[in-house]
């Protein structure tokens, strides 16, 4: 059975400072791997996703996230945040099936000016 | 926002009494899904469907059931709800020709049960 952690539940960071969101996932064959991010009140948005190839993956709004297969880890990652990045993020791995999503229990992040 | 439309969107119930929520999609995408979102526990699949009265299990499935008698319409019941199902529902749907099976996410149903 796969599974994702999401190491932090909650990131308070001030505005225009860097970010990291942790995630780390276990999973027995290949990988494909995925970020959702939610904004109050709001479904699911896709921020970005890892299929193969480059393990650094390029993302709507300044978003990147590193896949590393030796510690089993999709960490995301912004550079300067912006007061509009306030939202729940996601992780998330499909299963082998390549039909079902398994998600992390999220992390709040908030940004503060 | 891949045609994706729940209702209600947002419904108050009693213990006890059955409950329906609609997923309703536009673009006859084979699989969809029906997720709880609960504070520190993510998304949870509690059914999916890949076809026409084609459903399936998810990791949460102990008393919901679903139908799908329409390729646009995917119906989650609750025969009985309980409190501890008071939750916001997401439905989803998966995209098909491509290789990496992305989801794409509807607005959500605020469930409470008192």
């Known amino acids: 059975a796969q599974s994702v952690t999401q190491l932090d539940s909650q990131v308070p960071v001030f505005e225009e400072a860097p970010v990291e969101l942790r995630c780390n996932y276990s999973?027995?064959?290949?990988?494909?791997l995925f970020w959702y991010v939610q904004y109050p009140n709001q479904g699911l948005q896709l921020l970005l996703k890892?299929?193969?190839?480059?393990?650094l993956v390029k993302g709507i709004n300044g978003f990147e996230a590193e896949f590393n297969k030796s510690q089993t880890s999709f960490h995301l990652r912004k550079p300067s945040v912006h007061i509009s990045d306030t939202a729940e993020y996601f992780c998330a791995v499909l299963n082998n099936a390549g039909n079902m999503l398994t998600f992390g229990g999220g992390t709040r992040l908030m940004v503060k000016p | 926002d891949a045609g994706i439309t729940q209702s209600p969107r947002h419904k108050v119930t009693e213990t006890g009494t059955p409950v329906t929520l609609r997923c309703h999609q536009t673009e006859n995408h084979r699989y969809m899904y029906w997720y709880r979102q609960d504070p520190g526990h993510g998304l949870r699949l509690i059914h999916y469907?890949?076809?026409?009265?084609?459903?399936d299990k998810g990791e949460v499935s102990d008393g919901y059931s679903v139908s799908r008698s329409k390729t646009e319409d995917f119906l989650l019941t609750l025969e009985s709800a309980t409190s501890s199902q008071t939750s916001v529902y997401f439905c989803a749907i998966r995209t098909s020709g491509t290789s990496y099976n992305e989801q794409f996410f509807g607005p959500g149903t605020r469930l409470t049960v008192l």
């Open positions: 999973s027995s064959v290949s990988v494909y």
């Open positions: 890892y299929l193969s190839g480059s393990t």
């Open positions: 469907s890949y076809g026409v009265k084609d459903t």
